[in-house]
């Protein structure tokens, strides 16, 4: 019913950017927290970073001052920019959402893109 697709991932050099989007499409009535989570080998899954629909931010120490999220509303689409990466950054990075759609509020989640950096 509601689908996210991720794009943006890929393998850069400690130091690099990487820019990370996620579309969200389907029957969507509104849309209220997005966000971004990374899990690691051997970690636990880590939220990253989230915005509400009114633009108000929430970051992991890890990232603060390195990664930005952000939000189109009219494309239903999030965003995050992430500076000077590290290596201790390399993750599978997946979009989170909370939509409402025709029967309620959902949570949907993306499939993940492959975020690696080398050293």
């Known amino acids: 019913q509601v689908q996210l697709v991720e794009s943006g991932g890929g393998l850069v050099q400690a130091g690099g950017s990487l820019r990370l989007s996620c579309a969200a499409s389907?029957?969507?009535?509104?849309?209220?927290?997005m966000g971004w989570y990374r899990e690691a080998p051997g970690k636990e899954r880590e939220l990253v970073a989230a915005?509400?629909?009114?633009?108000?931010?929430n970051y992991a120490d890890s990232v603060k001052g390195r990664f930005t999220i952000s939000r189109d509303n009219a494309k239903n689409t999030v965003y995050l920019q992430m500076n000077s990466l590290k290596p201790e950054d390399t993750a599978v990075y997946h979009c989170?959402?909370?939509?409402?759609?025709?029967?309620?509020?959902?949570?949907?989640w993306g499939q993940g893109t492959q975020v690696t950096v080398s050293s």
């Open positions: 915005i509400t629909s009114g633009g108000t931010t």
């Open positions: 389907g029957n969507i009535f509104s849309i209220n927290i």
């Open positions: 989170a959402t909370n939509v409402e759609v025709d029967s309620g509020w959902y949570d949907y």
